[in-house]
Every structure is written in C-alpha cells, then in structure tokens.
C-alpha cells in the first residue's frame, strides 16, 4: 500500500498503521513543508463493508471539515451532515437508482425527472427534448436556454446558450479536435494514436502541453509555467507550479468521489472553496486551473470538463459524444444510454476515463484517471 509521496518540499503520507482491513487508509497528511503546526489531516473510519462514515480534516490549530454519511438500502448516499456548518447538510433522494433530488437544510435545491431510457427529461425546471439519447433543447418557460445538433455519427455539432454559440468539430479517429466561436477557433485540440489529449491551443495563443498525468507545460505571452502533480490512489492531492523561477503549492481536499472541496496552500490556510450542483456544475467563474469535479479540470471559456475519452457538459448532465463502449455491464440501469453520466447517479458514482461508471470502490478507492 502507499504510504508516502514525496515532490521536492511537497510531502503526503498515509500512516500504514491507519489502514483499514480492505486497504483503504484511515489517514492522510499533506505535510506543510516542515511547519508541523500546519500540517493538515484528514481522517476517515468506514463501515465493515468499506463505505465512508466520517471524515474530519483539520490542522493542529482548527478544524477545516467536519463530515458524517448514512446511506440507504442500495449503498447509496442518503444524508451527508456537516457538523461545523449544519445548514450545509445534504439529503439526497434516489428512485430506481437515479439521483432524483438534493436537498439542503431541508430544503429541495436540485431536481432531477427521467424517461424510462434514462434520459433526464426535466432538471431544476428545464425540460429536455431529445433525438434518441441526444439532447436537442432545453426549455424553461417555453424559453430555449440550450439548444444543440448534432453531426452524422451522433456527436455534438454545435450547442447554442444565452453565452452565445460554440461550433465543434472532430478528427479522423472521433477525439474532437478544434472549439470555434463566431467563425473563430477558440480552442485547438490535438490528440496521440491512442485518443488522449496532449496540446491545446487557445484564442489568446496560449499553448498546454499534456506530457503525462503528472507533468503539464503551459507557454503564455507572460512565460512559461510547469505543473508538477502528485497522484495517489484517489487522484491529484497536490501540485507544485513553477513560473518565471518562483514555486507555488497547492494542496487539495477531496470528497467522497474525489471532487476538490477546497484548496489549501502550504501554511494550512484555505485559498479556495468550491461546491457543485446535482451534475457538477462548479461555483466558479475564472479560469482556475486546479483539479475540480472527478478530479477534472474546468473549462469556463467552453463550459466543458475534459475526461479523457470524452467531454463532458455539466449544465446539460451529458457527454457531449456518444460512447464507443457501454457505460456499465449491460444489466445495470442506463448502460445502454451512451449519453448518460455516472448512469444518472453522480453522487454516488465516479468515471475515471470517460468510458465507464464506477460505483464499488468510489468511496477511498482506486482510481487511475484519464
């Protein structure tokens, strides 16, 4: 098992002492470069059957995060309670293991209708038209908040919101290769034989070179920046950025499903917050580059989270390709659906590559992203 990850000052350690019968660790420590007072830690006891029941991070100073879950007959999330900040608490209700709505402080916040093909029919009051499985319109008030279309083999053509209109287009082997707006790329995408991103190109001429999951370059007018990330058995816990010779470090606190909840840098002190909606949709508006739903990072210039084999649009809570592989073994409900997310169980499910669902072995398991 891990139980150390160390990159130049920047230190994680898992106590192997602290891990559980079915491996999973009931420690993690993102050591604060030698200042022990700020380290932060989080610690997580589990039912016997593997499934998170508590989680508290703190440092030695405070408690950052205070969190405790109970679940339903099918092992899905009912109840998240939030000790330090009660009115935070989230009650989650599911019908044929679907997300069905989200409720916080007893108050419905998020909902979700489906048709019987798993289709989401009607989400926080827009109601969904469809071709098949892809979603040709929302309405809300008899009002078009998104519209789309789609090419010759099922994938999104072009997709029109109140922020106006993006065009898209794909290369030989279906990896979508330029994002245009106006008539006017704003994004450039090039992928490797196997599919996988490795440079994107913006409007403003910046240039990212994807060099592997743990190594990214990005060159600007400003100069060039290099993030270095360190990856365990739950993704990203850290980075180190490295611009015009000076270092910055982040580290990142993760939910049950390893979306980033916030930031922290190397004093302990939290730089960040960030909460999502019912299909991920962060509450943020800047170009931040930091891990963010599933790990992914978010794209508020196309609105767009890139998991490896495919884009996903979290407004619409869809892929904007269809898949090339089921989602799931075929039994299971919506894997036939090549459009659906987490089989329309975001909460409880996690996709590590663009491909499939995972449910067993979210919570503290191992994941290898895309």
């Not at 139980?3 to 559980?20: A, I, W």
């Not at 490795?198 to 990005?218: A, I, M, P």
């Not at 998991?307 to 390709?321: C, N, Q």
Request: a negative charge; proline letters at 4%; charged letters at 20%.
């Amino acid at each position: 098992v891990l139980v150390e990850q160390t990159l130049d000052s920047v230190k994680v350690s898992f106590p192997l002492e602290q891990y559980g019968p079915l491996g999973k660790p009931g420690q993690v420590t993102y050591d604060q470069g030698g200042a022990s007072n700020s380290d932060v830690t989080s610690r997580y006891s589990y039912s016997p059957s593997g499934l998170l029941y508590d989680e508290l991070t703190s440092t030695n100073s405070a408690v950052l995060s205070k969190l405790s879950y109970s679940y339903d007959e099918l092992n899905n999330i009912a109840e998240i309670q939030d000790a330090l900040s009660p009115q935070k608490s989230q009650t989650f209700a599911y019908e044929s293991n679907r997300l069905v709505s989200v409720s916080i402080a007893n108050i419905v916040t998020n909902t979700c209708q489906y048709d019987s093909s798993g289709n989401i029919v009607n989400k926080d009051g827009g109601n969904y038209s469809y071709n098949a499985h892809f979603p040709l319109k929302v309405q809300k008030g008899g009002v078009d908040v998104c519209s789309a279309t789609q090419d010759k083999c099922g994938r999104t053509s072009s997709r029109a919101t109140i922020a106006g209109t993006l065009d898209f287009s794909y290369d030989k082997r279906g990896n979508l290769s330029t994002i245009s707006s106006q008539g006017n790329n704003i994004r450039t995408i090039t992928s490797d034989h196997k599919g996988r991103r490795v440079r994107e190109e913006r409007e403003d001429g910046t240039v990212t070179l994807f060099v592997s999951k743990s190594y990214k370059v990005e060159r600007d007018s400003s100069g060039e920046s290099i993030s270095c990330y360190l990856i365990d058995d739950r993704g990203i816990s850290a980075s180190i950025i490295t611009k015009q010779g000076k270092n910055s470090t982040e580290y990142y606190h993760r939910d049950h499903k390893g979306s980033v909840t916030f930031v922290f840098d190397q004093t302990g002190n939290i730089t960040n917050t960030i909460s999502y909606d019912i299909y991920g949709l962060p509450n943020v508006t800047s170009q931040d580059e930091s891990p963010k739903y599933e790990q992914r990072t978010w794209d508020d210039g196309t609105s767009l989270y890139y998991f490896g084999a495919r884009y996903y649009d979290p407004f619409l809570g869809r892929f904007i390709t269809p898949d090339t592989s089921l989602g799931a073994p075929h039994m299971q409900p919506d894997a036939l659906n090549r459009f659906a997310f987490n089989l329309n169980n975001p909460v409880n499910s996690f996709d590590p590559t663009g491909h499939f669902s995972w449910k067993d072995g979210v919570i503290m398991g191992a994941i290898l992203l895309a």
